[in-house]
T-cell receptor, first 116, second 113 residues
Framework: DADVTQTPRNRITKTGKRIMLECSQT?????MYWYRQDPGLGLQLIYY???????NKGEISDGYSVSRQAQAKFSLSLESAIPNQTALYFC???????????????FGPGTRLTVL | GNSVTQMEGPVTLSEEAFLTINCTYT??????LFWYVQYPGEGLQLLLK?????DKGSNKGFEATYRKETTSFHLEKGSVQVSDSAVYFC????????????FGQGTRLTINP
């Protein structure tokens, strides 16, 4: 059973289209994240949310928006997709802890997005 | 700010060879350190972690020791297998504020039979 699921797994779209990537989790975690992975660059944080009413920009939020519809759901939108947003996108979750010592994040399987 | 630098890849080894993937970090305070692994077509999975200086994380034959004096967290395995072929990411979290992970760029490892 997948604890963190992402839909769709693959998507091809055209420049200028609006795209939404969805993430759901059954881990009961408060904290959710969206990352982008490009070859040779590791993962870069786009947005993160520590609870339903909390949304924060990450390193590369320009051109993206997010919505935390419920504790278990966190969606990423590209309002007007462009080719350099072609990448692998990952959602992740983590539990709220009293300190900073155990920020293990659990990742979804990823969405491969291609913008033509 | 916090940053992680990993050994550049790709790395190609023969089965049963000894593996080291270097990772150094820059951080304020006392971060927690992680190694994640990404198998082909999958998301990232936590491989091991260490939360304080001199801690050793270990899993599946992999080990890494949190060295504060050298700001390093090198990943090692004594005898690699073909099934270890994957991309490995070093990451840290810590300091003030949000529990965000900062990742290195990843090292692609290929093990040949």
């Amino acid at each position: 059973d997948a604890d963190v699921t992402q839909t769709p797994r693959n998507r091809i779209t055209k420049t200028g289209k609006r795209i939404m990537l969805e993430c759901s989790q059954t881990k009961g975690h408060d904290r959710m994240y969206w990352y982008r992975q490009d070859p040779g660059l590791g993962l870069q944080l786009i947005y993160y949310s520590f609870d339903v009413k909390d949304i924060n920009k990450g390193e590369i939020s320009d051109g993206y928006s997010v919505s935390r519809q419920a504790q278990a759901k966190f969606s990423l939108s590209l309002e007007s997709a462009i080719p350099n947003q072609t990448a692998l996108y990952f959602c992740a979750t983590s539990a709220q802890t009293g300190g900073r010592k155990n920020n293990e994040q659990f990742f979804g399987p990823g969405t491969r997005l291609t913008v033509l | 700010g916090n940053s992680v630098t990993q050994m550049e890849g790709p790395v190609t080894l023969s089965e049963e060879a000894f593996l080291t993937i270097n990772c150094t970090y820059t951080a304020t305070g006392y971060p927690s350190l992680f190694w994640y692994v990404q198998y082909p077509g999958e998301g990232l999975q936590l491989l091991l972690k260490a939360t304080k200086a001199d801690d050793k994380g270990s899993n599946k034959g992999f080990e890494a020791t949190y060295r504060k004096e050298t700001t390093s967290f090198h990943l090692e395995k004594g005898s690699v297998q073909v099934s270890d072929s994957a991309v490995y990411f070093c990451a840290l979290s810590g300091g003030q504020g949000a529990q965000k992970l900062v990742f290195g760029q990843g090292t692609r490892l290929t093990i040949n039979p």
